[in-house]
């Protein structure tokens, strides 16, 4: 019995794992946030993504370094719920991608 080959890796699932990852480092702690909001801000034009995307993720981005200012918690948002959504952005672009391309 063969196997069928692995699909190949785009180039814009390459940014969406490079995101996670960075996402993730800054939930462990091992990732400044000028960094994730630099590379989310660098790397997502390159996912020529639907419209509404980029102006949710500016939103999200604005207010998780708004977050890292006021201590990581501030009385309109918390830094965690917003790395929570940066995540529920990703997978929204992923299927976003997958839906153009499969």
């Given at each position: ?11 814009e699932q390459l940014v969406l ?59 309109s948002f918390s830094s965690t ?22």
């Open positions: 019995m063969q196997s069928s080959p692995m699909p190949a890796i785009t180039p794992d490079s995101l996670r990852d960075m996402l993730q480092g800054y939930v462990a702690g091992d990732v400044a946030i000028a960094t994730v909001v630099a590379a989310f801000r660098s790397q997502t034009p390159a996912l020529a993504l639907p419209e509404a995307f980029p102006r949710v993720l500016d939103e999200l981005l604005r207010r998780l370094e708004m977050a890292d200012v006021f201590s990581q918690d501030s009385c719920g917003i790395q929570e959504q940066l995540g529920v952005w990703l997978d929204k672009a992923e299927a976003s991608i997958s839906g153009r391309t499969g």
